[in-house]
C-alpha cells in the first residue's frame, strides 16, 4: 500500500539538491520568517496543480494534507499572509531558474513525436503570446488606455515542445523588439511568422550563423536574381523558388545579402504563404514543412493558458504575476515529462484534470499513469465478503 500522496510524488521527481543550490546563491531564504523557498515553490506548483483561486485556497488546500507535508518537504501549510507577502518580496528569479536547470533533466524525459526533417540543424518556433490584465490592479502593465497585458516572447524548442527562452514584457512591446534578446544557436533555424520580418534582426541572426524561416509582409519590395526550378509531379503546393534582392534603401542597410523566397499554396485555408529564408541549399518542400511546424507554437500557447493558472493571478505585483507564470512553466515540464513516462496515452488537458481530482490520494503514480481506470492490485488480492444482515 502507497503511503504517499499523489502529488507528494510528482514533487519527488523534482531535483531538491540543485534549488538548495540556487537558494544559497540567490540568498533567497533570507528574512523567510519560516516560509522557505522551497515551501514557496511546492505552494505555487499546488496552486497550479489543484488551480487554486486565490492565497487562502492555497493554505487551506494544503492544510486539509495534514500528516502528509512532511513528504512534500514542508513542515507545515504556509499562511495566506505569508503566500502573499513572498510573492511580493521574494525575488521571481530563481524559478525562473529553476526551470531552466529542470529543462536539462525533465525535459530529455519529455519526449515528443514529430516529423523528422532531413536536415542537422536545430528547429526553434519563436512567437509571442498577450496576457490580458485588469489595468486598475496591475497599474504597471500598461498596455492600452484602459487595458493592461504582459506579453511572452517564446522560443520554442521543436524537439521537445517546450521553451528554451522565455522574454516577458509589458504588453506595447512588439514581437521583433522582444526578439532581440533570443539565444542564438550556431548552425540552428528559427520560424517565426511575419511580426519577426524585421531585417535588422534578420542580419543579426544571420552574421551568427543563424538560418530563419520567416513569413514576409505582403509589401515587401524585391527584385528577382534568379528563379530556381520547380521539381516535377510532386510538391504541387510549391508555386515560386526564387532568389531575390531587396529594393529599397532601407531595407538593403538593414540587410545586405540576397535572400531566398518560396511560394507555397496553402489547401486547407486557401491563401498563399510567401516565405523568405537565408537558406539557400534546403528544398522548397523542406523550406515549406519548417513553416508547417510553426503551428506547434500555438498549440502550446493554447494548452498553457487552457490547462495552467495564467489567465487570472493570486497577487497583483509584477514580482507575483512572475512567480506564477514561471512555476506554470515548471507545471507544464513536469506534466510533460509525466506523460512521456506513462504508457497510458493521455491527453494533456485530462491528465492535469485527473491530478486535481486525486491530487492527495495515496496510489502509486506510476501504475496510476499507466492504468487509471483499473482497479490497484492491492485492492485485487483482497475478498469483499457480504456479510449476513440478519
Not at 528569479?93 to 514529430?114: M, P, R, T, V, W
Not at 519577426?196 to 524561416?213: I, P, Q
Not at 540576397?258 to 534546403?282: G, P, S
Request: glycine letters at 4%.
Amino acid at each position: 500500500m502507497v503511503n504517499v500522496t499523489l502529488f507528494s510524488q510528482i514533487i519527488s521527481k523534482l531535483e531538491r539538491s540543485k534549488f538548495n543550490k540556487l537558494v544559497s546563491t540567490s540568498q533567497s531564504d533570507k528574512h523567510n520568517k519560516g516560509y522557505t523557498s522551497w515551501t514557496h515553490l511546492v505552494s505555487m506548483l499546488f496552486c497550479q496543480f489543484a488551480k487554486s483561486q486565490s492565497v487562502r485556497d492555497i493554505s487551506n488546500g494544503l492544510r486539509s494534507a495534514t500528516g502528509n507535508l512532511n513528504h512534500l518537504g514542508i513542515q507545515k501549510a504556509p499562511s495566506k499572509s505569508s503566500v502573499s507577502y513572498q510573492n511580493k518580496h521574494r525575488d521571481y528569479n530563481i524559478f525562473k531558474s529553476y526551470y531552466f536547470i529542470l529543462l536539462e533533466s525533465l525535459g530529455q524525459q519529455a519526449g515528443f513525436k514529430q516529423i523528422k526533417f532531413r536536415i542537422k540543424s536545430k528547429i526553434f518556433l519563436l512567437d509571442s503570446t498577450t496576457i490580458s490584465l485588469c489595468l486598475s490592479l496591475f497599474d504597471w502593465a500598461r498596455y492600452k488606455t484602459a487595458k493592461g497585458a504582459v506579453k511572452l516572447h517564446t522560443l520554442l524548442d521543436y524537439d521537445g515542445n517546450l521553451p528554451a527562452y522565455v522574454n516577458i514584457t509589458n504588453g506595447k512591446t512588439a514581437d521583433n523588439k522582444g526578439a532581440y534578446d533570443v539565444p542564438l544557436h550556431k548552425g540552428s533555424v528559427i520560424v517565426a511568422d511575419r511580426f519577426y520580418n524585421d531585417f535588422a534582426l534578420l542580419n543579426v541572426w544571420d552574421s551568427n550563423g543563424v538560418f530563419f524561416v520567416i513569413r514576409h509582409k505582403e509589401n515587401l519590395q524585391y527584385t528577382t536574381v534568379k528563379e530556381n526550378i520547380l521539381p516535377e509531379n510532386r510538391h504541387k503546393n510549391i508555386l515560386i523558388d526564387e532568389i531575390i534582392e531587396l529594393k529599397t534603401t532601407k531595407s538593403k542597410d538593414s540587410y545586405p545579402k540576397n535572400l531566398r523566397r518560396v511560394a507555397v499554396w496553402d489547401d486547407k485555408n486557401e491563401q498563399t504563404i510567401e516565405i523568405i529564408t537565408n537558406q539557400m541549399y534546403w528544398t522548397a518542400n523542406t523550406i515549406s514543412e519548417l513553416y508547417k511546424s510553426r503551428w506547434q507554437i500555438e498549440i502550446f500557447f493554447r494548452e498553457i493558458k487552457q490547462n495552467l493558472h495564467i489567465k487570472s493571478f493570486i497577487g497583483t505585483t509584477e514580482n507575483a504575476v512572475m512567480i506564477q507564470i514561471w512555476t506554470a512553466l515548471i507545471t507544464i515540464l513536469i506534466l510533460k515529462a509525466l506523460k512521456a513516462m506513462a504508457k497510458y496515452g493521455w491527453q494533456l488537458s485530462n491528465l492535469i484534470a485527473f491530478i486535481r481530482l486525486n491530487i492527495f490520494v495515496k496510489i502509486n503514480l506510476q501504475n496510476w499513469l499507466d492504468r487509471p481506470f483499473e482497479e490497484p492490485d492491492e485492492l485485487k488480492d483482497k475478498q469483499v465478503i457480504q456479510g449476513v444482515l440478519f
